[in-house]
DNA sequence: CTCGGATGTGAACGTTATGTGAACCGGGCA
DNA sequence: TGCCCGGTTCACATAACGTTCACATCCGAG
């Protein structure tokens, strides 16, 4: 079996011995190039990334992990009780969560329920809206089936907002959660990006982008019901 | 929003709590049948079942949720402890698991992880008063289900006053309050706002907004008690 | 009934956020 | 090395928005 991707490195001594104990393999790895480096032939297993400790570092890695080509599934994130309100901002950062410290027997459940539930491919690879498709293992974007050519941030940018639709988002949220936690420019470069994504979509479609006056931007119609 | 079913019936008085504290909508039920019987129109919102006292009876009802031409779901089960290991064989009987007895905050972010990932999308935040609703994540205001074209400036204080129902505040109160502390303009403004927002609301609802003379401004009807 | 302060109203004004076009810059590739 | 593509930044145009003012109207006190 593949081993698993546990974060930090080196990897808490419970945590290291609960997977040895079950069976898991397993490396530690301290950021997204030590991740890269010793990636396995045929990928990693999934991954174990501890947040209670080191939670830039943690969520960074996830974000890195989950922007790849083929994006690293499933993860589990052990996280301490305080930081249970934030997971809500960042669920598409990972697949189950466990509190931590943890029991041996709770982690060990949650690795098996998890590796069964995405063994069977529960995973969608498409994001849809209305006339609007992303494929996100293929990196295309097509609306009204006709293929739209976005490069890199576009689609990121669009591929976020239409996971969200309806919602509202101001730059700085968009600049962190497309762009990274670190990162350091200009709002404005949000708005040439929102122009641009637009413009590609076409004079029909160009409205599925809204501006939300001194807050940000929003994604297709709002959700009034559930 | 749809009610949650829950098992047992009657519900664990901890869990009835922890539900009602975060605004979930639920329903008790003790068995397949009367989960038939109860169930509302446009089904179950999702599940919650307590497997650490009964555990017979909540599996059976598990499987009986799971095999029907809609399946419930998602499902929570509650587990004990010593019931971790008895999970592998019932891997699908349910969608995520959490400990019992449960920590309320871990319930709500399990809660709202499988929403997310269900695809049925968490609640969104509302703040509503009779036929006004405001929906704060998308920025969005509707009234008898008519969308309002709101201002950002109308939008937050309208946000500040449906937050506050039956309360009277001065102009001062509000500058400092909605327009924020440091603020330093003329009380005026504040009088412009408010009738612009009586327009949009419409003559039928302009009244939602009381003045109360050489006071300020009340929204909704006072409160006798309290 | 009358007076005066408080509030409603319409319009004008100044500010600010956003749209827009183009320049800049840095990395990959020939 | 020099070009090309994409991302970022800048400067300017523009429209939306918030604020203010002058005046009209209302309401309660006396």
């Known amino acids: 079996m593949e081993p698993l991707l546990l974060f930090p ?10 997977l040895d104990l ?20 045929d990928g990693w297993a999934g991954g174990v990334v501890v947040a209670a400790n080191e939670p830039e570092g943690a969520f960074a890695l996830c974000r890195a992990l989950r922007k790849r080509d083929l994006p690293l599934e ?27 410290p943890f029991q041996p027997l709770e982690l060990e459940a949650r690795l098996k329920h998890l590796f069964w539930r995405t063994g069977r491919g529960t995973r969608p690879e498409l994001v849809e809206y209305g006339p609007l498709v992303l494929n996100l293992e293929t990196y295309q974007a097509a609306i009204e089936g006709r293929p739209l050519d976005l490069t890199y941030m576009e ?3 669009l591929k976020f907002l239409a996971s969200h ?9 968009l600049l ?28 029909e479609h ?13 994604f297709g119609q709002s959700r009034w019901g559930l």
Chains 1, 2 share one sequence.
């Open 9 to 18: 490195d080196p990897a808490p001594p419970e945590l290291a011995q609960a």
């Open 22 to 41: 079950v069976g898991y393999p397993w490396k530690a790895v301290a950021d997204e190039r030590a991740a890269t480096r010793s990636e396995p032939e």
């Open 74 to 100: 499933p993860l589990l994130l052990l996280v301490s009780g305080a930081q249970l309100g934030d997971l809500e901002l960042r669920e598409d950062l990972f697949d189950d969560f466990c509190l931590y």
């Open 155 to 157: 689609y990121e940018l």
């Open 165 to 173: 639709p309806g919602r509202v988002f101001t730059r700085e949220t």
């Open 176 to 203: 962190s959660r497309v762009w990274g936690y670190e990162y350091y420019g200009g709002a404005r470069t949000v708005d040439v990006h929102i122009r641009r994504l637009r413009a590609k979509l076409g004079e």
């Open 206 to 218: 160009a409205n599925l982008i809204q501006t939300v006056r001194s807050v940000g931007y929003r």
